[in-house]
């Protein structure tokens, strides 16, 4: 029998397949060779049982990330909004401000680790900081563009029917923007992820890029792969989160075309 | 902004939307919407000249903390003309290029197989899927373990950095190549080959175009990462460098090289696909 590829049965048996093979192969690839360069995922299994079930060391090293991952996360949306809506709605603060905001959207924000140590010291203060320089051009940049694409017809239909600036801003512009916003803030996750744990890797040891460095350093490459695959498992539950949200807030956004 | 069909899915995966995020110039559309109060680059002088003044003003009050214009300037000219500041940013280019063309000839093929056969996107589709998702400068201690400190390190994290958006994109163009064509190439007894070569190729272009666009940014922040972090060499390890000894002055200069460096590729990208896709016009 042909299993056909449009069906679910069909894709999910050549995913299990795929997922067996890969696993297995790297089973009996790493068995060959030294434990300090590999580990078959048998032993990452085991080294996860004893990190993350038997100890704290993992769940600690998550919450430390994400804790400054995500406050600083929060600023980035909150000042990334306001100043982009500010800089789409008026021209003279666009120029004003868009020689920095290009500019600093362009700088590789983790080439910024070095300055802003000598700024703010090594302390969760500089993660914040980072991820939030890391965040908020994306946002800024992407709300401007959604603020300034808004139908100019719509917003004088509303004027013509009295409708107050506020009322503009949150029944015709908002909307109009969320879109663009949200496209924004995707490619501000993933640029705050990699912020937080490149700081954690050069400039603090903790958290899970700490954790990372640290077994790194040891040779400890079974446990190693731990904390690599939380930081991918985290991201990648971070990133479905926000489709989600972007789906309940702004149904109307959803441009998703990963149907599968 | 009109036909800007493709960079809207590209916003899904990282572009910009429509290009605003270029730094180029704003709509004029708008512009002329709204009316001209004042000429845009007036106030862009302006703007540039009251920060200038006033970083210089309170960065001379203490200069090993935020340091000051003229102080960064003449740190620019000394470490241009006495040479470690170029030969790091060749290093750097040299990494950056190798990787980049790596990644790009890879991820266009794999993204092309992937539209192409069913059976090599259901297979791939998780992996691309997470990876895209995920830091991938998390895995370098690993590159680290088998691949030593060296060139090759760096080569291998710009390629792992720049080849996802990249496979993402070419395999959304060929998906939203327009389907009439398609059938029509069919209905004409078009071969595989033919049909790839003259209507998916073509109609996915302007997705191919995004993925290398945004593959460039995240080579870039691959090789400093690197830089930094394990191969001793090149702008990342400059950058350690001036930190460590609080020469916040000739800090600055790498920081905005690098910045320059970022333009520069993504106009060059941009000027590429121009060139390449004649027929349509590129947003900016």
């Known amino acids: 029998m042909r299993l056909s590829l449009d069906t679910r049965a069909g894709v999910w048996t050549v995913r299990v ?37 038997n100890d704290d060391a993992l769940l600690d090293a998550a919450v430390v990330s994400m ?43 983790i080439a910024l680790i070095p300055l802003l140590v000598i700024w703010f010291g090594i302390d969760a203060t ?15 940049v992407n709300t401007m563009a959604g603020v300034k694409q808004v139908d100019g017809e719509l917003i004088d239909v509303a004027r013509v029917n009295c409708a107050s600036e506020r009322q503009i801003m949150r029944s015709v512009i908002l909307p109009a923007a969320l879109p663009f916003v949200f496209a924004g803030i995707q490619v501000a996750l993933a640029q705050a992820l990699v912020g937080v744990i490149v700081a954690e890797m050069t400039a603090v040891v903790t958290g899970l890029g700490g954790l990372i460095i640290r077994y790194a350093q040891f040779f400890q490459t079974a446990k190693l792969f731990v904390p690599i695959l939380a930081v991918m498992a985290l991201s990648i539950v971070l990133t479905a ?20 | 902004m009109s036909g800007v069909k493709a960079p809207e899915h590209g916003a899904e995966l990282g572009l910009p939307a429509s290009g605003a995020a270029a730094p180029g110039p704003p709509g004029r559309a708008a512009a002329a919407r709204r009316g001209r109060l004042t000429s845009p680059w007036a106030v862009r002088l302006l703007s540039v000249v009251v920060v200038t003044t006033v970083w210089e003003l309170l960065g001379r009050t203490d200069p090993t903390v935020a340091s000051y214009p003229s102080a960064i300037a003449s740190a620019a000219v000394d470490l241009i003309g006495d040479g470690p500041l170029l030969a790091a940013f060749a290093d750097t280019l040299e990494g950056l290029a190798v990787g980049f063309v790596i990644a790009a000839v890879l991820g266009v093929a794999i993204g092309y197989l992937m539209g192409m056969f069913r059976l090599v996107e259901v297979a791939l589709d998780p992996y691309v899927n997470a990876l895209y998702a995920t830091p991938r400068i998390a895995l370098v201690p690993l590159l680290v373990l088998w691949v030593g400190i060296g060139f ?23 998906r939203n190549v327009d389907r009439d064509l398609v059938d029509t190439g069919r209905a004409f007894a078009a071969s595989r080959w033919q049909l790839l070569r003259t209507v998916t190729i073509p109609g996915s272009l302007p997705y191919v175009f995004a993925g290398l666009r945004i593959g460039t940014a995240k080579a870039l922040v691959g090789i400093i990462v690197a830089e930094m972090t394990a191969a001793a060499t090149g702008t990342g390890q400059l950058l350690l460098q001036f930190g460590r000894y609080f020469e916040t002055d000739k800090l600055f200069v790498p920081i905005i090289m690098l910045g320059l460096l970022s333009i520069v590729l993504v106009e060059a990208m941009y000027a590429i696909e121009r060139r390449a896709m004649p027929w349509r016009r590129t947003e900016r």
């Open chain 1, 241 to 260: 989160l926000l489709r989600m949200l972007q789906r309940r807030i702004a149904p109307w956004a959803t441009v998703d075309l990963r149907e599968l």
């Open chain 2, 152 to 174: 090759e390190l760096r080569v291998t994290i710009v390629v792992l950095s720049a080849i996802f958006p990249i496979i993402m994109n070419v395999h959304i163009g060929t």
């Open chain 1, 67 to 109: 804790g400054s991952m995500l406050v600083g996360f929060a600023l980035a949306i909150g000042v990334g909004v306001a100043v982009g809506v500010a800089m789409g709605r008026f021209r003279i603060l666009e120029h004003a401000l868009d020689p920095y905001v290009s500019f600093l959207y362009a700088v590789p924000s």
């Open chain 1, 17 to 53: 397949c795929t997922l067996a093979l890969l696993l297995g192969a790297w089973q009996i690839y790493a068995d060959g060779i030294s434990r300090a360069l590999f580990a078959p995922p048998t032993e990452i299994a085991e080294s996860f049982v004893e990190i993350a079930i």
């Open chain 1, 126 to 140: 500089l993660r914040v900081v980072l991820v939030f320089l890391a965040a908020v051009f994306p946002i800024i």
